[in-house]
T-cell receptor
């Protein structure tokens, strides 16, 4: 069974601080996605990484896929209150069926 | 509409009753997924439909849960004899390929 461990579970920081969220597994994934979810809404895709060692940047967000495709990180620089939300990592099944394995999520609160 | 839609947005039912949840995927998307999300947690895969292939039902938690997809478009998730532990947000997603999934806003189910 493929599992994704996401940490930390909760994070409360001040505006302007940096943070990193981690997503780890003992399994290899065909792809790794990061989503952001706000209350009462479905998750919204932020990025997809598919190649080991891949780094993608989206404004103040930097996403990295581990060389062995077992782990990933999301780094936010100079966090803003608008970054507040639930961040979810999701791994593409190794059987490549399209099924996603989700981490438990990281609830981020950025205080002004 | 342009996105995935789900109905109802909220459903309150009594223990033992049956419920039906509906999902309208994005037009042209061949894949459709159902997930379940407990409060502030990650998503739990339930079932996956891809075109005319047999669905992947490996995530359904019990035989009280079933889903169908008519005409390759709209899907209905049915929960029979609901239990309190079935209370959660049920999310539907669709995709054109096997990687990027687009989520609906979810149906919040409360079983009293």
């Amino acid at each position: 069974t493929q599992l994704l461990e996401q940490s930390p579970q909760f994070l409360s920081i001040q505006e302007g601080e940096n943070l990193t969220v981690y997503c780890n597994s003992s399994s290899v994934f065909s792809s790794l996605q990061w989503y952001r979810q706000e209350p009462g809404e479905g998750p919204v895709l932020l990025v997809t990484v598919v190649t080991g060692g891949e780094v993608k940047k989206l404004k103040r967000l930097t996403f990295q896929f581990g060389d062995a495709r077992k782990d990933s990180s999301l780094h936010i620089t100079a966090a803003q209150p608008g970054d507040t939300g639930l961040y979810l990592c999701a791994g593409g099944s190794s059987s490549n069926t399209g099924k996603l394995i989700f981490g438990q999520g990281t609830t981020l609160q950025v205080k002004p | 509409g342009a996105g995935v839609s789900q109905s109802p947005s909220n459903k309150v039912t009594e223990k033992g009753k049956d419920v039906e949840l509906r999902c309208d995927p994005i037009s042209g998307h061949t894949a459709l997924y159902w997930y379940r999300q407990s409060l502030g947690q990650g998503l739990e895969f339930l079932i996956y439909f891809q075109g005319n292939s047999a669905p992947d039902k490996s995530g359904l938690p019990s035989d009280r849960f079933s889903a169908e997809r008519t005409g390759g478009s709209v899907s209905t998730l049915t929960i029979q004899r609901t239990q309190q532990e079935d209370s959660a947000v049920y999310l539907c997603a669709s995709s054109r390929g096997r990687i990027e999934q687009f989520f609906g806003p979810g149906t919040r189910l409360t079983v009293l």
